[in-house]
């Protein structure tokens, strides 16, 4: 990895700011806090996966010492809301949720809560309250629920279906005329969930003059805050969100509004205490998971590879709301084989359905996941039906740099260009490192254990969302230079474990000539000081929130170097500044420290020293605090490929990964050892995702049977490969902060069709559903 | 109904009441307000909650705190020397292990119990001995790292 | 987990102090030792009442000793302990139990004890399987003094055993053996620290003739509501010449004595199908162990 833009911070393995404070027990969780007085809430939840409420006794629970207060569907606005953050507050998604309804439509959904002095005293509540139900028909099939006659789930779509988008370009007909061979396939992925390790919890705090605070484990202070407001009638300026240091993950999850957020609000306006409202792991498993979706793909191939007509079909389980399904759907087809490659008849239609199952979230690669095991998977049946090679054709119909923006242009033609491009490195690079030329033919190997390599890539994602409708992208940051020479830095960006604090704390030294250890995160924000942003999704914060925090501490840096000019009497172009010190360029004799400047602009125009009277000058003074809000110039793409040895007993059905190369176009590492981090982690969810997790529920009630980790089938240390290999290939993206684009989900959204085509090349056996467990292999094999 | 019990915790001796289902983490972190174990599961299945008892690492949400009189108990909290960090706990800082952390405190002490074992710097023994411990962010690589690093500087 | 109806904590320091109290709360007791499976059966409302948790560990329960027919082990001696008895982790004889000790983590190992392993009668857990192989004894007290069963007779069905209200585990005998022995046990998890899908192992010695005798194949995970013997592949390899293909014969007729389950984990197809490849593997295991121990008496 070369330094050619010759940074002194950026590109370095900076420590981590907030590493000290969490490997000496971590203090900054808001799992951690506790206010006086403070009241434990707990929710009650259904039973049944369909069915009306006809009554709720909670006299029994009422009675119970130490309960204050319990609510019910009549206590509370009946309201319907979107509950997702992502879109914009003025079209903000379909609103079909409720706080607690009279119907309950997925076994788990919240219809009560009690507020009481203790946990237990809650939990114990929470059985004491009776319920009669009345149960309609359930749908956990997305088949059974559009089928004729079926009864509707959702007040707002009478036929269970919430979006049935058709999208389409060039003549399909004839792209499929043209092609030498058509292959139609249908990949379909399950429910996984997030395990974000702190639980999902928040503390509210209602003041008697009606102003509201709360503290949460989210990746979004302003859309918790919009949503209170708008689900409470409570004016927006009357909520503070107060930002975490950071939190114990989310991936997703925590983009969007439980109903316990409001009930917690509202249990403490009642009682006039703070209540804590947090998810045990049960809890936690059934917010919100991956959606499920069918994708067909049907692909016109010429015989040299050239793609000729593409159509995609996506069906998508959005569980009894539409909340991040739609969403889903549309990214899978649309950051999927709609526009990875290059073709130009094409057609997407897609079924947002909604089912008895339970809800779908927003989960790190939404959407892109699931299109990139269809594209991706089908791309090697193509191949190796045509024994074509992989790399190349892929790069047959790769869009190149300068090439307008594949994804983007769906939305709004022309806007946007793939500047920074450098996908056929990712492929050759990969391929190198890894030995992929050197496989085997499929399931030739001899033995009952059998090697074999697969790759897929990942074309095109996103660098936060600019361009796309009714999705906000801007950030901002706010850089105060403090008398003691370090700067202070204050983002909305909340650190959900990917090293956002670092990767600010190194852009703004960069920009402003400080040292590392000279940026300090400022962690006592809330939302009323900070300027408005999207949440931390959909690989946005290096991209544009470092674009804010390089544009507000270069404000800052263009006043500390006026102050210092007028200090030294010089000409501020005559000036740099270097690890916190101001010279004049190339006379290192004559400067000032940044603690000196920021001493001056705060200290009293006149001053008395032994010797003299000095006078400043007026104009000086004042703090040097600099903000900016502002939407990055693009949305620059960041092309990768992983290559995946995997080992399959071929007695047992297992699939041991054995090793990952990775190679990914992310323009400027900020720092390297972050961007591994980011990629090893991916590789454990995505062999998760694609080996063993799994969300079942029972067929009869819907009650989950994997809420638990014993149950829940997650990678541990064991299950990892020994090696992974990250190749980082530095485009400098123009629009980036010091070249730099996003990272964080295109490592997720590969592994799956890296994996599932290595499992090809070790057995012959191609697996189209997810996940792949032993027991498809075994079956695929003909011996089970 | 509560009974007192007496903890001995980083060696501090602490009176308790505590009713007997209460488990030795909700103890540590509500009555002793130590941050360090935590909860992820409540049911001995991410090993957040790890905490050394005589030395060994245990899941203290399934252990109760009556069950724990009479033990040496240590946290994170007790494996630095005033201001002089664990060499786990550097070597965390230095290889770039710890991501959202949440996990970290448990698998220190998983890894502390491999050292003071004697645990060499063999990957596979590495991973075997972080079986009992789940992290969502960081793959694990880093922390294997990190370990493999104290295994090494202890051999030399 | 909340057992909110537990109202006193227990440790009493011999057994007329335990029998005493079980005596007085009859069903509403739960003995205790490492409880690293309480929440597992909290979650399945097997504790549903319980008033008293009673912790044995102070009783004298803990190690391992001999007598001229057996080892005998405490019924709390931790898991880890056992790990590090020598005898265990080097005589193959015993091999099954060292390879049981080598899938836990280590924060179940340092409180779980082989007495609250086999207490609780878990079809899945893996000691059970194990010393069902080795034809483990168990020395049970209570009220009415102590009686010796065999393993075999103490898991009636998941989570069910015979243990009367005022009754308790108190010690594991594993025979000793002058053969040329060995053992193996196998587990078959999706993960790490899983719960086993199948588990089996075996144990076997050889003849002067070199043919396999004193053959135990023991299977457990998700085959069948309890660990079980299999007898007929017993049998079938009872002097037989060691060969691959007694190994895989063998492996297929454990079936008749398997009932397997469906759940969300596997197919009851693919635990018999996992119940005849771990058979084999476990019988090749052994076998390559007591050729050892007969190379090493050479």
Known sequence: MGNKLNTRVVGTRMRRPDALDKVTGGRGYVFNMKLNGMLYGKMLRSMYPHARILSIDTSAAEKLPGVKSILTAKDVPSKAFAPIYIKDMYSDGVRDVRVLDNVVRYTGEPIAAVAATTLDIAEEAIKLIDVEYEELPHYFNMHDAIREGATQINREFENNICLSPVIEEGDLERGFAEADHIFENTYSTH??????????????????????????STQHVFGLREKLAYILDIPLSDISVI???????????????????????????????????????????????????????????????????????????????????????????????????????????????????????????????????????????????????????????????????????????????????????????????????????????????????????????????????????????????????????????????????????????????????????????????????????????????GNAVKKAASQAKQRILEIAASMLEANSEDLEIQEGLVFVKGVPARRLSVAEIAQYTESALVQLTPESIKKGKIEDKGTILCTASAAPQSNPSTPCAMFVEVEVDTDTGEVSVLEVTYAHDIGKVINPTSAEGQVEGAVQQGIGFTLMEHMQFDQDTGACLTSNFLDYKMPTAVEMPSKINCIFIESIEPTGPFGAKGLGETPLIVPAPAIANAVYNATGVRIRSLPITPEKILTALEKL | MKQLITLKVNNDQYEIAANPWETLLSVLRDQLGLNSPKRGCDAGGCGCCTVHIDGGAVYSCMMFAHSAQDCEITTVEGISKGKSLHPLQEAFIDKGAVQCGYCTSGILMSAKQYIDEGGGSEEKQIRQSLSGNLCRCTGYQKIVDAVKSVAENKIA | MSLTSLEKFYKPTNSSELVSLLNDYEDSALILAGGSFIHGLAARDLLWGVQALIDIRGMGLTGVSEDSANYQIGATTRLIDLARTSLFNTNPAFAAIADALTYPPKQILNVATIGGNIATACPFFDLPTALLALEADLQIEGTNGARDISLREFALSPFENVLGSNEFLSRIMVPKTNANKASAFLKLETNANDLALVNVAASLSLDSRGNCCNVRIALGGGVAGTPVRALAAEQLMENQSPSEELFKEAGELVLGDIDPISDHRASAAYRSAMA???????????????????????
């Open chain 1, 191 to 216: 429910r996984v969930h997030t395990c974000y390790m702190e639980p999902w919890m928040s503390i509210a705090d209602a003041s008697a003059d009606g102003k509201v605070t709360i503290h949460s």
């Open chain 1, 243 to 545: 930002k975490p240091h950071y939190i114990g993950g989310g991936f997703g999850s925590k983009t969007e509004i439980s109903s316990a957020e409001p009930l917690a609000v509202i249990l403490s306006q009642k009682t006039g205490k703070p209540v804590r409202m947090e998810n045990s792991r049960e809890e936690d498993f059934i917010t919100n998971a991956r959606t499920p979706m069918e994708v067909t793909l049907k692909t016109g191939v010429k015989n040299d590879g050239t793609i000729t007509a593409r159509e995609i079909h996506v069906i998508a389980d959005c569980g009894p709301y539409a909340t991040y399904g739609p969403e889903a759907m549309m990214i899978c087809a649309l950051g999927g084989a709609y526009t990875t490659y290059r073709c130009k008849n094409r057609k997407f239609t897609g079924q947002a359905i909604l089912t008895n199952n339970m809800r779908a979230g927003a989960y790190r690669g939404i959407g892109g996941v699931q299109g990139c095991f269809a594209t991706e998977s089908q791309i090697d049946e193509i191949c190796e039906t045509l024994n074509l090679d992989p790399i190349e054709f892929r790069l047959k119909n790769a869009h190149q740099a300068g090439d307008p923006n594949p994804i983007t242009d769906v939305f709004t033609p022309g806007a946007f260009k793939l500047e920074s491009y450098r996908y056929e490195e990712c492929l050759r690079e990969g391929s190198a490192q890894s030995g992929f030329h050197k496989r085997m033919p499929a399931g030739s190997s001899q033995g009952s254990k059998k090697r074999g390599i697969g790759m897929a890539s990942q074309p095109l994602w996103v660098s936060g969302c600019v361009g796309f409708p009714d999705i906000p992208e801007q950030s901002g940051a706010i850089v105060r230079i403090n008398p003691d020479g370090t700067a202070s830095l204050s983002i909305p960006t909340i650190d959900i474990g990917s090293g956002q604090i670092t990767t600010m704390c190194q852009i703004a030294a960069e920009e402003l000539g400080l040292k590392a250890d000279q940026v300090k995160m400022n962690y006592h924000l809330s939302s009323d000081i900070l300027p408005f942003e999207p949440p931390t999704h959909a690989s946005r914060a290096t991209y544009s929130a």
């Open chain 3, 276 to 298: 005849k490849v771990f058979t084999t593997r476990s019988l090749q295991r052994s076998y390559q162990r007591v050729l050892k121990v007969q190379g090493n008496s050479i």
